[in-house]
């Protein structure tokens, strides 16, 4: 019996410890699997913030706004090696929105393929996924400037842009050896090909049919190139000899000299592509079919027939009636295409009810025209503007508004409609007279363009009259003057300085805003009075949230998008109820004449890729507004020369503490007195490290910008900053 016990335990005891390991096994075979499963948080994050920005469309099955696992429950168009993210195909599935902000942790993506969608709206995202070797967006609606951060994928193979609205090449190609093909078709570049397209040693395919490049091709004779499509630019010189060699050719549509249609017909004008419609069909294959047009010309034999028969016409009369008609053929075709150039240079056809056309950066010749899009999708974005307008609604400008006129240059005759300029249109004598002849008793600043004046109407409206320097502007002031009022006067947002009127009579060129009180955030931060108390926190926050959304309806509404340019504090004007308000908004084109004219306070707020190549950017503007947050914090200017040399510039001092909590409470503006939410403190500092990062491709968007101001508000239930009301009563953080 004790024998058959023991024999019974020891048969327990060894099923008991099949057990054990059979379940100890069923759980590491789990475990391991759901290790194998789990994706990369980075990766996570980013396709959920993807997802949010493309409005979490129902579509993308599996895809959630948060956490998920894109790699073990198999969203749609993901493909993963392990916990990685290696391939995101979303072809053709009628998605809207944009990419992410944050895409450039997704390191290990090697291919990209958002095609045949209606992404866009704006700019290509800086922050792309640095070691892509596909990159796929084409036939969408992106708008802007190439992003520079593609400049730096060095894997890159395979980059296909076309289809799109986008406008200039802000791309170094010198480290792309990789790429093997390149598509920038159906878009409006204009300008010279660029010279880093020599460097593309490894290039067969290149399409950029259907643009405005002008200049020669000669940039693209040493590349190895089987298949090139050039048609409908407005390119002109000879084409190389090793290029015409290459078995797929397109150049109809240019001017080349040695073209086998050059001397047959002028060059045919370029009419830009319809707007394209979000494709269902073929969503795979890229749309880079050469785009070609039939010249319609017939070599025909002129010789003639009936070569006996005895004409009663001499010769030299028939001779001097074909070159009648080659002159005629030849003025006729001179004015057509000339006609065709000065629409272009103006940007619409005055026959047409057709919208101003962008011009490429840096031209003086117009201004873009800024076109408001989808106003409802913005809620409280906008405010109406008076349309009270004394002019008729042309105005021909034959000459100079005065023979005064410092700039004495005379100015082409150009016809004006005035009538979308929603502002009053005032008289040089209405402003004489409001301003006393624009006395120094008047005078309440000078900015980068000119005086400002205030200015009391016969209305007792107070207004503050700009005065534009003719230095700051091109050779043709009063048309130019005439384009940028009516730019500004589309500029609709309750955090932009509004443009009440304007004057472009007897030589002068004048601005009338809206007169505010309390005068800049510069001089209330900077330059006490002895009368303004200091700004509260909550204050401090309202008019950084402001002036994030005025930069946001610039960036991400207005269309074409705007760029400031020249964002800073003396930029950002008070309303007695401390609410911000935006100026010099408009005036980007007029940049590069004041960049000569450099001082301490805009060293300051410059981005460090603007110091080194001039380029500005939507990227430099949300660098310029941390820099005022910057201010808001510490009280501190942006460039001091009163301090110790390592702590004249703000944001080389402030930026290696900004996450210390010691630290940062020690660079707290005093004034502040202690009163402030810690937390809030921190992630008003951690949006400030956000924004003034080295890299424009690290810098978030502004809208994010905003996103993060707004949580920032109702984490410490600071209800009135969101609704714009002032409050200036002392606050404890929520949390």
Known sequence: MVKASEGSFRAASAMASLRFTGVAMLLLVATSTVVTADTSSDDVTALNTFYTSLNSPSQLTNWVPQNGDPCGQSWLGITCSGSR?????????????????????????????????????????????????????????????????????????????????????????????????????????????????????????????????SGTIDVLSDLPLTDLNVANNQLSGAIPDRLKSISNLQTSGNSFSNSPAAQAQPPPTYTPSPPRQPSTGNPGKSDTTPSTRSNGVNGGDDSGGGGGRSSKIGGGAVAGIVMSLVVLGAMVAFFMIKRKSMRDQRGHDPEKNEPLRPIASGKFNQLRAINIVSPAAKDGLHKTVSMNLKPPSKIEL????????????????????????????????????????????????????????????????????????????????????????????????????????????????LLAYEFYRNGSLHDFLHMPDGYSKPLSWNSRVKIALGSARALEYMHETCSPSVIHKNFKSSNILLDDELNPHLSDCGFADLIPKQELQESDENTGYRAPEVTMSGQYSQKSDVYSFGVVMLELLTGRKAFDRSQPWPQQSLVRWATPQLHDIDALDQMVDPALEGLYPAKSLSRFADAIALCVQPEPEFRPPMSEVVQSLVRLVQRSSMGSVLSGESNSRRYQDSE
Not at 187 to 197: A, I, K, R
Not at 460 to 469: G, H, P, R, T, Y
């Open 85 to 213: 993210v290696i391939t995101i195909k979303l072809p053709g599935m009628g998605l809207k929105g944009t990419l992410g902000y944050n895409m450039n942790i997704l390191t290990a993506l090697v291919e990209l393929d958002v095609s045949y969608n209606n992404l866009g709206g704006s700019d290509i995202p800086y922050n792309l996924p640095p070691n892509l070797e596909r990159l796929n967006l084409g036939n969408n609606s992106f708008t802007g400037t190439l992003p520079y951060s593609i400049s730096q994928m060095a894997a890159l193979k395979y980059l296909n842009l076309g289809h799109n609205q986008l406008s200039d090449i802000n791309v170094m190609f010198s480290q792309l050896t990789n790429l093997t093909a390149l598509d920038l078709s159906d878009n409006t570049f204009s300008g010279t090909l660029p010279e880093s397209f020599s460097s593309l040693t490894s290039l067969t395919m290149l399409h950029l049919q259907n643009n405005r490049f």
């Open 398 to 509: 034959h000459k100079s508004f005065d023979e005064s006129d410092p700039t004495n240059k005379p100015v082409m005759a150009k016809s004006i409609d005035l009538s979308s300029i929603r502002a009053t249109a005032y008289t040089v004598a209405d402003l004489q007279t409001a301003t006393d002849s624009f006395s120094a008793d008047n005078l309440i600043g000078e900015g980068s363009f000119g005086r400002v004046y205030s200015a009391n109407m016969s209305d007792n409206k107070v207004l503050a009259v700009k005065k534009i320097n003719f230095s700051a502007l091109p050779s043709n002031p009063s048309n130019f003057f005439i384009d940028l009022v009516v730019n500004i006067s589309k500029l609709n947002h309750p955090n932009i300085s509004e443009l009440d009127g304007y004057c472009s009579e007897h030589g002068q060129c």
